[in-house]
C-alpha cells in the first residue's frame, strides 16, 4: 500500500497563510498526478490544485492566484502553500496520488479560516 500523509492544518484569521504538506511512502515519480482536493461540510469533494510529471499546474478557479502547488522530489512530498484564505476555504483538505483511477488518498487535515 502507499501511505499519504498530510500535515499543516489548522485554524487560522482571513487573509492568513498556511502551508499543507503530502509526504509520500514511495517515490512521486511512481505517480503522473499529484493533487489537492476538498470537501466542506455538505457539498462534494472537488479539486483544488494539480501537478503533473511534466511540472504543468492546474488550479480551480476559486483559488487561482493565491494558492500554489509545488514538490519537492527529493523529499517525496507535494506542497500546497494557501495565501489570503478566506472563510469559505474552510474545508478538510485531502492529498491524493494517481496514474491510473482510483489512485491513493491521504487521510485529510482540517483547514479553518475564522476571526
Known amino acids: 500500500q502507499v501511505q499519504l500523509v498530510e500535515s499543516g492544518g489548522g485554524l487560522v484569521q482571513p487573509g492568513g497563510s498556511l502551508r499543507l504538506s503530502c509526504a509520500a511512502s514511495?517515490?512521486?515519480?511512481?505517480?503522473?498526478?499529484m493533487g489537492w482536493y476538498r470537501q466542506a461540510p455538505g457539498k462534494q469533494r472537488e479539486l483544488v490544485a494539480a501537478?503533473?510529471?511534466?511540472?504543468?499546474?492546474n488550479y480551480a478557479d476559486s483559488v487561482k492566484g493565491r494558492f500554489t502547488i509545488s514538490r519537492d522530489n527529493a523529499k517525496n512530498t507535494v506542497y500546497l502553500q494557501m495565501n489570503s484564505l478566506k472563510p469559505e476555504d474552510t474545508a478538510v483538505y485531502y492529498c491524493?496520488?494517481?496514474?491510473?483511477?482510483?489512485?491513493?488518498w491521504g487521510q485529510g487535515t482540517q483547514v479553518t479560516v475564522s476571526s
Open positions: 501537478i503533473i510529471s511534466g511540472g504543468s499546474t
Open positions: 514511495k517515490s512521486i515519480f511512481s505517480f503522473n498526478n
Open positions: 491524493r496520488a494517481w496514474t491510473s483511477l482510483p489512485g491513493y
